[in-house]
C-alpha cells in the first residue's frame, strides 16, 4: 500500500522542476532593470553595466524616475518597451506650435536614432480653432497628411476629436521628425470666444489622448504656456536591411528558433520566436526562443 502511493505525490513536483524554473531562468537571463521601477528592459534593450549588454543605439539609463531613453541631448521617460512588436511607449512632448504662439518650441527629432513614430499605434494630432495643421515632409517639403479644426461658441466638447478644437489624421510610416505648418482660416460664421491664432500640433499615442477644453486654454494663454508631456509611441528595428539582406551578415540578430520579418516602418527587420518557442529571440542560449520539451529533457 505505502510502496504504491510514492509515486503519486513525486509526480506534481518533478513537474513543477520541469516547467518553473525554466520561466523564472529566462525572464533573470533576457532582461535587466533599473531598481527604481518595475519595468522590464529586454535585450537589445540594456543597462550600461548589467548583463546583457545593449546593443548599440539600445542604451537606457537609470534615474531615480525610472528608465529613461537618450534622445540628442535629452533623457526620456519610458513607460513600456514590448519586445516582440517592436514597440517602446514613452512621456514625451513630440509638439510643434504656430509661429503665433509665444516662446521658442524646440521640435524633438529621432533622427540618427534607431526608433521611428509608430504609424499605427499614434496620432497626428492639432489643437487650435480656424485652422489647418499640415504635417510638412522634412526631406521634400510637400505635405504628408493634415487636418483642419474649426470653432463655434458653445460646440467645444471635451473627450472628442473630430474637427472641433482639435482633429486627428494617420502619421505616415517612418517618421523621424514633426514639422507642421498652420494656415489659419478666418470664417466669421464660426466667430468665437477662442481668438488665437496659437495652435499647436502632437504626435499622440492613438487611444491615450482624450481633447479637454484646458489644452485650448492653454495656448490662448498670453503667456508662454510649457510643454504638454504625452504618451507617445516609438517604433524600433534591428539595422541591417531586409531580412534577405540581414540573414547573409554575421551580425544577424534573430538566434536560435527565431525567424525574421521586416519591420512595417520601412527601416531594418526584427524577430520573433518560432511557433511553439518562447523567450527572447535576439539571445542565443538559455534567455533565447526555447521549447519546453528541449528544456524538461535538459533538466533530466
Ligand atoms: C508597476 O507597478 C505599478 C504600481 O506599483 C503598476 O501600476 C504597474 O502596472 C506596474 N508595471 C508593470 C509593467 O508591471
Ligand atoms: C546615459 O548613461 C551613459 C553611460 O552611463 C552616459 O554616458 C550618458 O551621458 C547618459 N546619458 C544621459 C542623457 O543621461
Ligand atoms: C546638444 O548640446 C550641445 C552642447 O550643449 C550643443 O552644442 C548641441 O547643439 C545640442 N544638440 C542638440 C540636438 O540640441
Ligand atoms: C506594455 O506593452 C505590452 C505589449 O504591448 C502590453 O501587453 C502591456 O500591457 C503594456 N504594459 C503597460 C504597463 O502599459
Ligand atoms: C518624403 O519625401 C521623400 C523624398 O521625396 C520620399 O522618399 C518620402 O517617401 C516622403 N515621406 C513621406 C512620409 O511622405
Ligand atoms: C476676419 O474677417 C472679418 C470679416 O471679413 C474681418 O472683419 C476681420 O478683421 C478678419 N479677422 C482677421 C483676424 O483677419
Ligand atoms: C461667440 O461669442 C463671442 C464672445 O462671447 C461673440 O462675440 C460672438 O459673436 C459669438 N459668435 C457666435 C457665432 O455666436
Ligand atoms: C483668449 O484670450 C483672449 C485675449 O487674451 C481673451 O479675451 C479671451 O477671453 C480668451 N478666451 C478664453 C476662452 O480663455
Ligand atoms: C542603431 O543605429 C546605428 C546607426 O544607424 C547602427 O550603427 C546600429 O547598428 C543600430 N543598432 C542596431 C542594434 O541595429
Ligand atoms: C523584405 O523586404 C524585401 C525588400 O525590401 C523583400 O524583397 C522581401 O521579400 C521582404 N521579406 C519578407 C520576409 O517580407
Ligand atoms: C510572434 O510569434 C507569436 C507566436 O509564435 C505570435 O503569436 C505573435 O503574433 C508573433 N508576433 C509578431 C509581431 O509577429
Redesign the pocket.
Known sequence: MEKELLPFPLLPWLLLTCFSPFFVHSMELSTSACSSSNISIPYPFGVHGQSPSPAQGFEINCTSSGPRLPIGNNSISILNISLLDGYVTILASAASRSPQCRGNFASFSLEGTNFTFSDTRNKFTAVGCNMVAMLVNGTSGGYSGGCASFCSNNSIVDGACSGVACCQAPVPKGLKKLYSDFT?I?I?ASLSKYTS?CAEAFIVEQNSYAFATADLKILNNSNKSPPQYRHVVLEWSIDGGSCEEASRSASYACKENSYCYNSSNGIGYRCNCTNGFQGNPYLQGPGGCQGNEHVCAYIF
Open positions: 489659419n478666418n466669421t491664432a
